[in-house]
DNA sequence: ACTCCGACTGATCGACCGGTCAGGATGTGG
DNA sequence: CCACATCCTGACCGGTCGATCAGTCGGAGT
């Protein structure tokens, strides 16, 4: 038995042992767990089912080398945030459109930890799964405390209820693309840059007429 | 054999098939459609497993049954929001803090209808949730519309986004519970009051000021 | 007393589940 | 040539799944 580690996961040694990796990402993120057998994932993958636990020892451990895939993913996503080059306010934004994007560009990953954030019972898994969320908040949230520090915030403004309203709202805007694109037909931002910008004409509104820092939320 | 219509779901005839009821709906919203067994909610319904078919049909039935419970209930919340008897101002303050309210009294409704929209199998149980879902959100959407029409919104402040907005900063209160608690320890709003103000203040920041009928959530 | 009906249960079914095992195919070093 | 390791497969195992069925029980109607 050559069985892959289970609290490291390291590349895939064969091609089939990758595309059981990723046939089966796609499954758990559409059907959960429990929603997939063993079977579908090796009818998708074009292996036999005793392949896939040749590679990967058994079922929890597939699902685990799924987490670990995606979360190393999306933690290096935000390394990205961290270069000074850019003001604050870029920052903010660049984040914001990445976070879209990276979200519609790969729904799986989203439904994958999705689904294990949703789940009750306290596992390592999800404990990992949390981890990578409260990075990528923590990491808005102290952007957006900084540029009230800059005073480019009103002095009254939440960070942390603005910061989740800008991770809720690029969620939403995910999750609801269905939705909106129905009711999108008088011209509403149905494009993600163009959702981006309006999601931060909320938070400093004077962003059109270059750069007036000292120009608050009016009316 | 009696088991209840599939089309519509009637009041439970017994105590014990409104025990198998009130059993499947908090397990399916823990643990999805293919993590529970018959035998599960059976045994915490504390009744036998054929008494189940006996009264639901089938397994898919039953689901039926809990979703069409929850959409119910949805749905009759939006009524209160149709009232003109308070300023629009107040009925999306209203609006936000029952929604946040509900989503925190009821995790269960939460993570049954979470669990169906992320399926991406368009059944006709997925079709009703993303109804409840998209009159919800066009509630919302339409008050803030009105609110923008009555001068209290920046001209560049766009509706949807704003909604999405509101809606997903709901949505992550109400999931990352947990994690918020961990860096809340400086005094950041947790209670859901405080955070629905704080969000309030993202849309029409001017509420210190003074305006006649905004004195309900100021505290 | 007799019939009928809905509530309910234990036993049981075939299908499918995750997982195992013996062995074939292929390559590699001695 | 042999020995060995890895990749991969078909056949198989015990257990659990959703679902069925025969039948018990108790109350209502006549």
Do not use: W
């Amino acid at each position: 038995m050559q069985q892959q580690s289970s609290t490291q996961s390291a590349e895939p040694r064969t091609e089939a042992a990758r595309r059981i990796l990723e046939a089966s990402k796609i499954l758990f993120a559409e059907r959960g767990y429990d929603g997939v057998s063993i079977r579908d994932i090796a009818e998708k993958a074009r292996v036999s089912k005793a392949n896939v636990f040749h590679h990967f020892g058994n079922k929890a451990n597939l699902y685990e080398a799924n987490l670990h895939d995606t979360a190393e993913k999306l933690i290096t996503k935000l390394e990205v945030l961290r270069d000074t080059r850019h003001s604050v306010r870029d920052r903010i934004a660049r984040f914001a459109l990445l976070d879209l994007q990276e979200q519609l560009g790969d729904p799986h990953c989203v439904y994958l930890f999705l689904r294990q954030l949703i789940t009750p019972q306290r596992t390592a898994q999800r404990r990992t799964a949390e981890q990578v969320v409260s990075d990528s908040l923590k990491n808005l949230l102290h952007l957006l405390e900084q540029l009230k520090a800059d005073g480019e915030l009103p002095t009254e403004t939440d960070p942390l209820a603005l910061t989740l309203a800008i991770i809720g709202a690029n969620f939403m805007f995910f999750q609801l693309q269905g939705i909106l694109a129905e009711l999108g037909q008088d011209g509403n931002p149905v494009e993600p840059e163009a959702f981006i910008r309006s999601l931060m004409h909320l938070i400093t509104p004077a962003v059109d007429n270059g750069h007036d820092a000292q120009r608050h939320l009016t009316r």
